[in-house]
């Protein structure tokens, strides 16, 4: 896809309709709501936003579970109402200090705490990268934290050339990416997914796929101590399961994983850092931040074609509530991108 408009900078006005949420819950606690248009501050600038890509941390954060999200996104409601980290968008406005991109710039980035389901948002200067003409806006807004997810959690596992490596969760939006990113590394790729989705990850990459339901870390169809590196994306494997798939001095990383309604993955992370003491393969829990050099990467590959997101379903703006609903079902293939109006 190829995008080659440069929207002009407008005359900002003082409010907007965003889609806010007041308190912690399902997707219809989220509503269309007037609220007042932020004004950028030193080292911000200020996004007329193009499209926003959701993720599962989006609706972690709706919704407010587990319970330990709340220390750091609000106790009893968000702290930032609207919803939607990733950004493709236009500079309108830039505050002070900043000296990377000015008014009229095409950027993608990660906003800190959402904001992206609104026509206006703000973001660290530090988050962006410039989006070039080639890259639709739709596209780029998939990219950042699902793209940079997969990224940071192949590095974490060491993946590069000759290297077997299975992704578990390979549908999904960090798994996609994995798949499509570790084959470009030089790695053979096996991955679990549901069965109508093999194909799809077969396209993407993966030399074998194989059914979650029918084939799981400890089949024989896996074998023991097979694979360079694993990374688990669906987090419900036990781990000591997912330890034996990888060969001595190999890696587990956890990019995420269940757990109880208040504490959520802490349990399994501190588990498997207890299991990985004196082990010779270890199981390394994932903490991604935004990382500008990554997006960067990610959006030239994006932008020559080598990397392509998967893009189950765009939304237009007014029906951006149907799109949180989509992601909270569960069993997204690839993305979900909300178009701005």
Known sequence: M???TRQPAATIPSTMSAWRQARFGAPDVVSLEQTAVPAPGRGEVLLRLRATGLNNGDIRVMRGEP???RTVFG???PRQGVRGMDAAATVVAVGEGVAGFAVGDEVVGELP???GLAP???APEKRLVVRPAELAAAVAAALPVAGGTAWQALDRGGVGSGHRVL??????GVG?????LAALRGAEVWALCGSRNRALVEGLGAARTFDYREVQPGSPELGEGRFDAVIDIAGTAPLRSLQGLVRDGGSVVLVSGEGGRVLGPIGRILAASIRSIGSKRRLRPLAAVAKADVLTELVGLAASGALKPVIEHTYPFDEARDALAHVDAGHTVGKVVVIAG
């Open 176 to 180: 996609t990416y994995a798949v499509q």
């Open 120 to 122: 206006f948002a703000l």
């Open 2 to 4: 190829t995008d080659t």
């Open 167 to 172: 992704v578990i969760g390979a549908s999904g």
């Open 67 to 69: 319970l330990l999200v």
């Open 113 to 115: 705490a959402g904001g």
């Open 75 to 77: 106790f009893r409601r």
